[in-house]
C-alpha cells in the first residue's frame, strides 16, 4: 500500500502532466485555424485543376496524351509516396495512415507487384521500416519546415515525375489524410500517375485550345502533381493539428480523472490512519 508521501508525489506528478497536456491543446488549437484555413482554401483550386485535366484528357487523342496522362503501359512497379506527419503526441494520426499505405503494399505484392515507397515524414518512416524496410527509398525530412507553401512540395513531385520519366515504376499513388472535422480525419489513398481524373459530364460545355490539348497537358501535368502532393501536405497538416488536439484534450481529461482518484485515495488512507491513532490514544487511555 503507498504511504501518504508516494500519493502526494503521484498526485503532483499528474497535476504537471496536465498543465503540458493542456498547454499542447492550445497551442495544436492556435494552428488548427490557421492549417484548416490553408487546406480549405486549396481544395477549389486544387479541384478545378482536376476538372480542367479532365476536359483537356476527354479531347486529347491517344497519340497527342502525354505520358504522365496515359501512363506507361504496364503495371508491374508501384511507387507509393506516404505522406505523415513529423512528430507524435496525436492519438492514431500517422497509424490510420501508415496501415492504408502497408494494406495497398501487401496487396501488391500478393499480386506479384514491385512495391516501391517514398516517405514523406518521420513517424511514417519509423513505422513502415518495421515490415517494409527494403522497399523504402528514402524519407523526406520536413521538421525544419515551419509553414507548408508550394515550393515545399515541389521538390517531391520533382522527384517523383524524375523518377517516372527515369522508367522506375509504372503507377504512382499518394497517401495522405485528409481533414474533415477536429474529432474526424480521413486516410485517403490518391493515384498521382497515371492520374484518376473524374469523368467529365454530359452537359458540360465543351472548349477548344490554343495550341492543342497534348501540348497544353505536357506543361499542366506536372504542375497538376505538385498542387496534388501540395494539397495532401496542407491536409495533412489540418488533420495533425485536430487529431493532436483531441489527444491532448482527452490526455487531459484522463489527467483530472486521475488527480480525483488519487486525492480520494490519498484523504481516505489519512483519514484512516488519524482514526487509527485516536483508537491507539482511547485504548491506552482506557488501559490506565
Given at each position: 500500500m503507498p504511504s501518504l508521501k508516494d500519493l502526494r508525489n503521484r498526485i503532483a506528478s499528474v497535476k504537471s502532466t496536465q498543465k503540458i497536456t493542456k498547454a499542447m491543446q492550445m497551442v495544436a488549437a492556435s494552428k488548427l485555424r490557421r492549417a484548416q484555413v490553408a487546406a480549405e482554401a486549396a481544395r477549389?483550386?486544387?479541384?478545378?485543376?482536376?476538372?480542367?485535366?479532365?476536359?483537356?484528357?476527354?479531347?486529347a487523342t491517344d497519340g497527342q496524351a502525354p505520358r504522365l496522362l496515359a501512363g506507361s503501359g504496364a503495371d508491374q512497379t508501384h511507387l507509393?509516396?506516404?505522406?505523415?506527419?513529423?512528430?507524435?503526441?496525436?492519438?492514431a494520426f500517422n497509424t490510420s495512415i501508415v496501415r492504408l499505405a502497408r494494406e495497398k503494399a501487401n496487396a501488391l505484392q500478393s499480386a506479384g507487384k514491385t512495391v516501391k515507397i517514398l516517405c514523406v515524414g518521420k513517424k511514417g518512416f519509423d513505422q513502415l521500416k518495421r515490415t517494409h524496410e527494403k522497399q523504402i527509398l528514402e524519407m523526406i525530412d520536413l521538421r525544419a519546415v515551419r509553414t507548408i507553401t508550394y515550393a515545399t512540395a515541389q521538390p517531391i513531385a520533382a522527384k517523383v515525375i524524375e523518377m517516372f520519366d527515369g522508367g522506375e515504376y509504372d503507377v504512382c499513388t499518394l497517401f495522405y489524410s485528409r481533414f474533415r472535422s477536429v474529432i474526424s480525419q480521413i486516410p485517403t489513398a490518391q493515384q498521382l500517375i497515371p492520374p484518376e481524373l473524374p469523368e467529365k459530364a454530359q452537359d458540360a460545355p465543351s472548349y477548344d485550345y490554343e495550341p492543342d490539348e497534348g501540348e497544353i497537358l505536357s506543361q499542366l501535368l506536372p504542375q497538376a502533381v505538385t498542387v496534388r502532393i501540395y494539397r495532401g501536405l496542407l491536409e495533412n497538416m489540418a488533420s495533425f493539428f485536430g487529431a493532436q488536439m483531441s489527444a491532448m484534450d482527452n490526455a487531459t481529461r484522463n489527467a483530472g480523472e486521475m488527480v480525483k482518484k488519487y486525492t480520494l485515495r490519498y484523504n481516505r488512507t489519512r483519514q484512516a490512519m488519524i482514526t487509527k491513532e485516536l483508537i491507539e490514544i482511547?485504548?491506552?487511555?482506557?488501559?490506565?
Open positions: 477549389p483550386f486544387a479541384d478545378k485543376v482536376e476538372t480542367v485535366l479532365s476536359n483537356l484528357a476527354g479531347g507509393l509516396v506516404v505522406c505523415t506527419g513529423e512528430r507524435g503526441l496525436c492519438g482511547i485504548s491506552g487511555a482506557e488501559a490506565l
